[in-house]
């Protein structure tokens, strides 16, 4: 298996520190407001990378934290108390904040069925640990502390930039210190900040105040994944200055950090960047409103590696429903030919495709186009057949778990919930009378009960076998 590290810009052989277990660290979210598809599309691809780890027999522990105190969430705190003729306090008011949206990203998560993560740290309950790992890096001259704050001296991290490629000179020019900041360098970063009046702040060593970001990262990782693990991901935005700073902290620390840096590319609405000001703004919950099915947008990002950007229109997402309807109308089909028949095998066979596309980098467009080229096969094979024995009923069997496993492997729910809420013995009888009326040459009547159907969202396809029928998506 070969993976993109973006730490050598190449792809390189993966070989776990451990034979047969991956540690992998994901940044998660930072709980201020409604996660948006954006979040989702970061969020979905790391599940699958989890995911096809796991097909592959490893042993995977997950990790995805939570920053829920920030300078945003705060913020969204005061505009909440400022619209409240009477509320709770400011620290009061952001643990609700972050509590509401954590919560809401929670459930969203629930609702796209990507899996929880093995473990879930907060910043704020890391906070002694993050002020032990601040105090290590002073006491080996990594960072210093400056008036309440403490910084990382940016001269004393080796290699820094090696991850954004980005040469620290140029880097310096032009680089200001901003007003209230006490920092030596304009590159130091903040590890610690003097607490502001009102807000959520912890006692330290250097007073009252709370961890800077990307402090929490480097803890989190190495309490829980150990001082070196597998892989560290994120999206391509964090590259810099948020890894490049956990990186710097960590060796800072002594530590050797990660080995595998995995970054997905963003995401665009109409070829626009998403924001509210733009009216472009796309939360999980409206588009699980209006489309239902969370596959429309994992077969949307699917289509596009995970390195790449991906452009979200409404068109788009029609596509991807009529991909979504192939899956659909052949397992109809299986289903109707299984009818009685016991499936005994569960094993995946025939994914050599599919492995070799998710072997290279995770190419989740040639593994779905394997995908399809089994729909395929198994659409002639069954055209090709006038009755079906138990040896072509078990070769069927054979062809839908196949088909059904690999769509779970990329989080795919292809064979779920097939026909929706609709009362099969009412479409039956429905179906008996159009064919009778038919029969009878009575094709006003035939017409209006196909109509009749057609109102209902269900689709009738007249075969030499009979009419079959499937529910519209």
């Not at 820094?160 to 490629?165: A, I």
């Not at 990307?214 to 590259?239: K, N, R």
């Not at 099915?293 to 390195?307: A, R, S």
């Not at 779905?368 to 198994?378: G, H, I, K, N, Q």
Request: aromatic share 10%.
């Amino acid at each position: 298996m070969k993976i993109y590290n973006s730490l050598t810009r190449k792809k390189d052989d993966f070989l776990p520190l451990e034979n047969g277990k991956i540690g992998m660290y994901v940044c998660g979210p930072t709980v201020y407001d409604e996660p948006h598809i954006g979040h989702a599309r970061s969020a979905y691809i790391f599940d699958i990378i989890r995911r096809y780890f796991e097909y592959k027999n490893y042993e995977v522990k997950f990790v995805r934290n939570v920053t829920d105190v920030d300078d945003k969430i705060i913020d969204k705190a005061k505009k909440v108390l400022k619209s409240q003729a009477q509320g709770a306090g400011l620290v009061e008011a952001t643990k609700e904040i972050s509590k509401k949206y954590l919560d809401s990203y929670h459930h969203d998560m629930d609702l796209l069925g990507i899996r929880k993560p093995d473990a879930e740290p907060k910043a704020t309950e890391y906070i002694q640990k993050m002020i032990k790992f601040i105090e290590l890096l002073i006491e080996r001259g990594a960072a210093y502390s400056s008036g309440g704050d403490v910084y990382f001296d940016i001269k004393k991290a080796k290699d820094y930039g090696k991850l954004s490629n980005q040469n620290l000179e140029k880097m310096e020019v032009g680089a200001r210190i901003a007003p209230g900041e006490k920092k030596k360098d304009p590159l130091d970063f903040a590890l610690w900040k003097t607490a502001k009046e009102g807000e959520p702040s912890w006692q330290s060593p250097w007073g009252l105040g709370r961890p800077g970001w990307h402090i929490e990262c480097s803890v989190m990782s190495s309490d829980i994944l150990g001082d070196q693990f597998d892989i560290h991901g994120g999206g391509i935005d964090l590259i810099f200055p948020h890894h490049e700073n956990e990186i710097a902290q960590s060796e800072g620390a002594g530590k050797k950090f990660a080995r595998y840096w995995i970054h997905n590319g963003l995401l665009t609405i109409d070829s626009e960047k998403m924001a509210k000001s733009l009216g472009n703004f796309i939360s999980i919950k409206d588009f699980m409103a209006t489309y239902k099915d969370p596959d429309y947008l994992k077969l949307l990002f699917l289509n596009t590696h995970y390195k790449h950007p991906v452009d979200y229109t409404k068109e788009k997402i029609e596509e991807m429903k009529s991909q979504k309807e192939r899956f659909v109308i052949l397992f109809k089909k299986m289903d109707e030919i299984l009818i009685g028949h016991k499936c005994s095998s569960k094993l995946v066979t025939g994914a050599e495709k599919f492995e070799e596309a998710m072997d290279d980098d995770f190419n989740t467009p040639l593994a779905l186009a394997s995908l399809f080229d089994a729909v395929t096969f198994a659409n002639k094979y069954i055209y090709s057949r006038n009755s079906f024995g138990q040896d072509e009923k078990n070769v069927i069997c054979e062809m839908r778990n196949n088909i059904s496993a690999l769509g779970k492997v990329l989080g795919l729910e292809l064979d779920k919930n097939m026909s929706g809420d609709v009362d099969n013995e009412h479409i039956k009888k429905l179906i008996k009378e159009r064919n009778e009326a038919r029969i009878a040459r009575d094709f006003k009547k035939s017409d209006e009960i196909r109509k009749k159907l057609s109102d209902m969202d269900i689709i009738l396809e007249d075969t030499k076998d009979g009419t079959t029928w499937r529910k519209k998506i």
